[in-house]
């Protein structure tokens, strides 16, 4: 079964600065989608960025980019710039490729994410 | 139209009350989920419907009973529940172009307090 490791319960950022946020994920699978979502207190499941396994090239959204080693198993979520917006809780995501709809989204336990002024 | 839209946003119910939530779309999306998520935990899911079938049940207890009308709705209907169901529950939709799912929407939630 696969599943995903988020180790930093908790992330504080001045604002304008970089952080990065770690995720690590286990599967025997080649094929597979990763997600990184942000929820703030509004509630609202936001995507903030999708990887493809396949791809090689690291996926960019703005201020958002990931570094993804699929040999390592690891995809972390750089902010770039933080605003105080970006304050959230994020968790990071796994699903397979293949399955349709009967294919779980597995959730990493979360990183909540403090932007100080 | 881009959006999950939930209803109620928030709802207080007795444990001997039935109530129902209502999730719509309107995208096209032929899977449709409910999650459960309580605080600072990550979502669990509880029910997948895929073209208006229920294709998955978490082993959830059956004071919850999902229904999918047709393409765009799905509703979560309650019925004595307890006060450890109170939560935020999350409906989310996805596309499923020929056995690939292609990215989730999620709606914003019902905030459920049972007393």
């Known amino acids: 079964a696969q599943t995903v490791t988020q180790s930093q319960p908790e992330m504080s950022v001045q604002e304008a600065e970089t952080v990065t946020l770690s995720c690590t994920y286990d599967?025997?699978?080649?094929?597979?989608?990763l997600f990184w979502y942000k929820q703030p207190p509004s509630r609202q499941m936001i995507l903030v960025i999708r990887?493809?396994?396949?791809?090689?090239q690291n996926a960019t959204e703005n201020r958002f980019s990931v570094n993804f080693q699929k040999a390592a198993k690891s995809f972390s979520l750089k902010i770039s710039d933080s605003q105080l917006g970006d304050a959230a809780m994020y968790f990071c995501?796994?699903?397979?490729?293949?399955?349709?709809?009967?294919?779980?989204?597995?959730f990493g336990t979360g990183t909540l994410l403090a932007v100080q002024p | 139209d881009t959006e999950v839209t939930q209803t109620p946003k928030h709802l207080v119910m007795g444990m001997t009350n039935k109530k129902s939530l209502k999730c719509e779309q309107h995208?096209?999306?032929?899977?449709m989920y409910w999650y459960k998520q309580k605080a600072k935990k990550p979502p669990e899911l509880m029910f997948v419907?895929?073209?208006?079938?229920?294709?998955i049940n978490e082993s959830v207890p059956s004071r919850f009973s999902p229904e999918c009308p047709n393409s765009s709705l799905l509703n979560l209907h309650l019925h004595a529940l307890q006060p450890e169901d109170s939560a935020l529950y999350l409906c989310?939709?996805?596309?499923?172009?020929?056995?690939?799912?292609?990215?989730?929407?999620f709606g914003s939630g019902t905030r459920l307090t049972v007393v």
């Open positions: 419907y895929s073209y208006e079938k229920l294709s």
């Open positions: 995208m096209g999306h032929r899977a």
């Open positions: 995501a796994y699903r397979s490729y293949y399955g349709g709809a009967t294919n779980k989204l597995i």
């Open positions: 990887q493809e396994a396949y791809k090689q």
């Open positions: 599967t025997s699978e080649s094929d597979y989608y």
């Open positions: 989310a939709s996805s596309q499923d172009k020929r056995g690939r799912v292609v990215g989730y929407t």
